[in-house]
């Protein structure tokens, strides 16, 4: 490589850029474990902090409104966006595809205040619906939530699944037929094990952006559905406490041992180039 | 044939309901007047009285300053963005494509890591790492450049900063797939022809690189365009955003009408820039 420049300098760069990333993320994670009552100040090592969050209520309540928001839409996202990705990558040029296309990947691209308010104003306008049907309508909140992260993680599911998909022989599956298997043995028995790593990472990534969303959660939910985000929001627009900074350590760490899970099922059989996209 | 249909209807109806439906609901409250009541706009038709539609809440932000400020500030941050993160993120890949195989599926893992862990904890970490007593004032005062606390945080600063940390590693993995995949043989051809290192690089390795850098920039620029939660943790308060005019006109002002028509207005910028981006990475799809 005597002729690729900036062999060095790339290092270098790549080097800084990481620990650009890196700093502030590893100063968050070590000074959860400070006694300070002031944020990112060492005042010796102590789990106080973290005592503190286990026993705020408030917070627990919300992070376990918002672990099973993002249970059940990343579930659903898996359903609707693998049928969605199998569709797209497998059933030829059907009518109305481009249209199906073009809504499933939507979500992807509109800015997330446009799609909050949107979503938003159809739950405004289907509760109007249905209280001039029958008298009564259900309410805003966990349910509208999980609705639109559902829809979030479709958008994301479909992507992975058709990329997997795009990247397989489609003769695996027609030589199943050939052999004489039905269409629900062939998807069963070769379809579904050949994508099923693409639905495991689409799920945790589903439920990653459901934990980590407070813009369309603030749109649609309603009074009794703030999540955990929404309320992290809210203490973060007063400034950084010593309690955020011990939850923020806590979510990290999950994150990274989804994170690590995802690379591993995705790393079995993806390189780098496949998933970027 | 049949059973296709039927595997493909949830999905379709899923997204009609919950895509297609909300874009033209939105269209429409854009064209209705806002008004007192619970939800507070008057529908622009109904059945018993017509078309009562009127183009008041989008003429108001061609004929409203404050609103053009608003997208024209926007636009530059999300531009500014966009050319900080590039400018970051080409150094990175190209390390990342120089590295060895087996170094970079890890070095790529690293660059996407920080975006599985979530905007809030990043941003806190600038807030604790930036306000007045933090860690880079300290660090600052330490080396005798400055005598008091500078005013880091809630600046135009600030906000950038927040933004390009959070919107790197989109920047970094396109470019990165880009520069992994172009074909080695052409560089190594030029440099026997004589053509030193950097001429290499400007002539051959930047202009095979330019879809992918058009990638990256798009992926970076179009959510930042409509970016909220950024601006309003990090940012000054005079840093009126599209996408904070939007939230203040829906939740302060409950302007519902207003705020769809900025919605749709954010929309219509930002058609040109989606479709660029979807040509491309079409294009490179397989």
Redesign the interface.
């Known amino acids: ?7 060095m ?7 800084l ?2 620990g ?3 700093l ?2 590893l ?2 994670v070590g ?1 959860a474990f400070s006694a300070d009552r ?4 060492w005042g010796g090592l102590s789990l106080r902090w973290f005592r503190a969050l286990a026993a705020n209520d408030r917070m627990l309540e919300a992070a376990w409104l918002s672990l099973r928001i993002a249970a059940g839409a990343a579930t659903l996202a898996v ?3 693998g ?2 990705g ?2 797209l990558a497998r ?1 030829g040029r ?1 009518r ?1 595809r481009a249209l ?1 296309g073009l ?5 992807l ?7 909050g ?3 938003l ?2 739950f ?2 289907l509760q ?1 619906a249905a209280e001039a049907a029958f008298g009564w309508a259900p309410g805003r909140g966990a349910g509208t939530v999980l ?2 992260h559902a ?1 979030l993680g ?1 958008a994301y599911v479909a992507v992975v699944v058709q ?1 997997r998909l ?2 397989l022989d489609p003769a695996l599956e027609e030589a199943a037929a050939d052999l004489g298997a039905g ?1 629900f043995a062939v998807f069963r028995t070769v379809t579904l094990p050949l994508i099923a790593p693409a639905l495991a990472a689409g799920w945790l990534l589903a439920f ?1 952006l459901s ?2 969303d ?2 369309v959660a603030s ?1 649609v939910s309603g009074p009794a559905g703030t999540t955990l ?1 929404m309320l ?2 809210s203490q ?2 007063m ?2 406490t010593p309690e ?2 011990a ?3 806590m ?2 760490g999950l ?2 041992l ?2 690590g899970a ?2 591993l099922i995705l ?1 079995r059989n993806g ?3 496949d ?3 | 044939m049949m ?2 249909a039927l ?2 209807l ?3 109806l ?10 033209a ?2 269209a429409g ?1 854009a064209l209705s007047e806002s008004a007192a009541g619970v ?1 507070p706009f008057r529908p622009p038709f109904t059945f018993d009285a017509g078309w009562q539609g009127t183009l008041e809440p989008l003429r108001s932000l061609v004929a409203d300053q404050y609103y053009l400020d608003a997208f024209l500030r926007s636009l530059l941050v999300a531009f500014a963005t966009a050319a900080c993160c590039l400018a ?5 890949a ?3 494509a ?2 060895p195989a087996r170094w ?2 890890p ?8 975006f ?14 930036l ?1 007045d ?3 880079v004032n300290r660090l600052l005062q330490a080396a005798g450049l400055t005598s008091g606390p500078l005013p880091l945080l809630y600046t135009e600063g600030a906000m950038l900063l927040g933004m390009v ?1 959070a919107y ?2 989109f920047a ?3 470019l ?2 880009t520069l ?2 172009r074909d080695r043989t052409v ?2 051809a ?2 026997d022809l004589g053509a030193r ?2 001429r ?2 400007c002539t051959v ?1 930047l202009p095979l690189s330019l879809p992918g850098a058009l990638a990256a920039f798009l992926l970076v620029f ?2 930042a ?5 950024i601006p ?2 990090l940012g000054p308060p005079e840093a009126m955003l ?2 904070r005019a ?2 203040v006109e ?1 939740f302060q002002n409950r302007d ?1 009408p207003l ?2 028509a900025l ?1 749709l207005a ?2 219509a910028l ?1 058609v040109l820039p ?1 479709s660029l ?2 040509r491309l ?1 079409g294009r ?3």
Do not use: C, K
């Not at chain 1, 002031?38 to 100040?41: G, L």
């Open positions: 490589m005597r002729w690729f420049p900036g062999g300098g790339s290092r270098i760069g790549l080097v850029g990481l650009f990333l890196w502030p993320i100063l968050l000074y002031i944020p990112f100040q359903l609707l966006g049928l969605t199998w569709a059933f059907f109305g199906f809504l499933a990947g939507a979500p691209v509109l800015p997330e205040v446009v799609t308010l949107s979503l104003l159809l405004v306008v109007g609705l639109a829809t479709l990329a795009a990247g269409p990653t934990l980590d407070v813009v749109f985000p992290v929001f973060l627009r400034g950084l955020i900074n939850l923020a350590a979510v990290l994150a990274a989804l994170a995802a690379a790393g390189r780098v180039g998933s970027a996209g | 059973r296709r595997l493909l949830p999905p379709l899923w997204l009609l309901l919950l895509v297609a439906a909300p874009v609901i939105l409250i939800p970051l993120a080409y150094p990175m190209l390390g990342i120089a590295s970079q599926m070095l790529a893992s690293l660059v996407l890591l920080p599985w862990t979530g905007f809030l904890p990043r941003l806190g970490a600038w807030i604790g790492l306000r007593g933090g860690w940390h790197l590693p970094v993995l396109p990165a797939a992994l995949r560089e190594e030029a440099a290192p950097w290499v690089f390795t179009i959510p365009a409509g970016e909220f939660v309003e943790l599209v996408g939007l939230w829906f519902w705020a769809a919605a954010l929309l930002l989606i981006f979807q990475s490179r799809a397989p």
